[in-house]
């Protein structure tokens, strides 16, 4: 899920469940997000801030049907991680090499 899909989909379930910027905000300073403003939700539901693993757990147990899903996310940071590893092997392959 990118941040589009993440923005369009708190925005709908937000607006779905009736629940304003400030509430939402509210809710996760509750849950232990002291930092969340309504300015948070703005910036994630537009896109312009990602959120952490455990801030999309959060607020899909604050929103129902928010569409966080931990399975995904964890497959999603399994294939990121091995593509790294890939990244660094090649890294470590050419600069094993003599480019003189």
């Given at each position: 899920?990118?941040?589009?899909?993440?923005?369009?989909?708190?925005?709908?379930?937000?607006?779905?469940?009736?629940?304003?910027?400030?509430?939402?905000?509210?809710?996760?300073?509750?849950?232990?997000?002291?930092?969340?403003?309504?300015?948070?939700?703005?910036?994630?539901?537009?896109?312009?801030?990602?959120?952490?693993?455990?801030?999309?757990?959060?607020?899909?147990?604050?929103?129902?049907?928010f569409?966080?899903n931990?399975?995904?996310?964890?497959?999603?940071?399994?294939?990121?991680?091995?593509?790294?590893?890939?990244?660094?092997?090649?890294?470590?392959?050419?600069?094993?090499?003599?480019?003189?």
């Open positions: 899920m990118n941040a589009t899909q993440v923005a369009a989909d708190l925005r709908r379930n937000r607006e779905q469940h009736g629940c304003s910027q400030q509430e939402l905000a509210d809710a996760m300073n509750a849950a232990g997000f002291s930092h969340w403003s309504q300015a948070t939700v703005w910036a994630v539901e537009t896109g312009n801030r990602n959120l952490l693993y455990i801030e999309g757990i959060t607020l899909s147990s604050i929103l129902p049907g569409g966080i931990s399975d995904r996310i964890g497959r999603n940071i399994i294939r990121d991680a091995q593509t790294l590893e890939k990244v660094r092997e090649l890294i470590e392959t050419s600069s094993s090499y003599d480019l003189a």
